[in-house]
């Protein structure tokens, strides 16, 4: 794939541009400490991941915040621990503390050299508002879950990007898809016909930590550890081809 051929990109934000995990494990972790689970890290990823994917497809129109509210609330009841208000809001209040990868900022500068970058989040507007402070990027244009009514991996989410490039005069076979979740993000988007690159945040663990196995084979057409390896491949390419 020549990353050349591309006039815009379209990421998701969490997971991918911001460490999702890591902002969710630190509130999960001490409550299931406070607790007397016994259980890691990973572990409640995991388990927690079904049951955000299972609100979100339920409650498509509920904001984020609920979301992550109601999936700690499930989660409780599945590990037979109690989840009090407190700890559902703060859980739900913990997004603009999820922190960026290393490597996002800089490397989403050099991206917007060459290329209109596009948001499509499974967030609401105010989360995402706070979470691109950390990212320091003006997107060209900013989709989330709130605006189109349902969260990824629904096909309305890929619609709605589409309609947005169509009127940003960017042709489908322009439009390039950036995502860490094959399960949100790389399954929904090659059902739309869009090429799509898989930066595996997760290549040095095992396991599908808070994002749930993806339930159809999917190739992304290209693979990257990182978003800084994304950016080096694509500004070689530019160069290149220059």
């Not at 299931?32 to 609100?55: C, F, M, N, P, Q």
């Not at 060459?114 to 499974?122: A, E, F, G, T, V």
């Not at 196995?213 to 990257?224: K, L, N, R």
């Amino acid at each position: 794939m020549d990353l050349a051929d591309f006039d815009a990109l379209s990421f998701d934000c969490y997971g991918t541009l911001i460490d999702w995990e890591t902002g969710i494990a630190a509130v999960l972790g001490p409550w299931a400490r406070s607790r007397g689970l016994d259980v890691g890290d990973e572990a409640l990823l995991t388990a927690y991941s079904g049951h955000e994917a299972r609100a979100e497809a339920e409650h498509p129109a509920d904001p984020y915040p609920l979301i992550l509210a109601r999936s700690l609330r499930d989660l409780g009841r599945e590990l037979g621990a109690r989840v009090t208000d407190q700890d559902a809001q703060r859980l739900a209040g913990s997004v603009p503390d999820w922190p960026p990868f290393p490597d996002s900022r800089g490397a989403l500068a050099a991206l917007a050299e060459r290329y209109r970058l596009i948001i499509l989040s499974n967030v609401d507007n105010e989360s995402f508002a706070a979470s691109n402070r950390w990212l320091g990027v003006r997107f060209t244009s900013v989709l989330t879950a709130q605006d189109i009514g349902s969260y990824k991996p629904s096909p309305r989410n890929f619609v709605a990007l589409l309609a947005e490039a169509g009127r940003l005069e960017i042709p489908p076979a322009r439009l390039l898809h950036v995502a860490q979740s094959l399960f949100h993000d790389h399954v929904p988007a090659r059902g739309a016909g869009l090429a799509t690159v898989w930066i595996n945040r997760r290549h040095d663990r095992p396991g599908w930590g808070a994002t749930p196995a993806p339930g159809a084979g999917v190739i992304p057409a290209a693979e990257f550890p990182s978003l800084r390896a994304f950016a080096d491949a694509a500004a070689a390419n530019w160069d290149r081809d220059c």
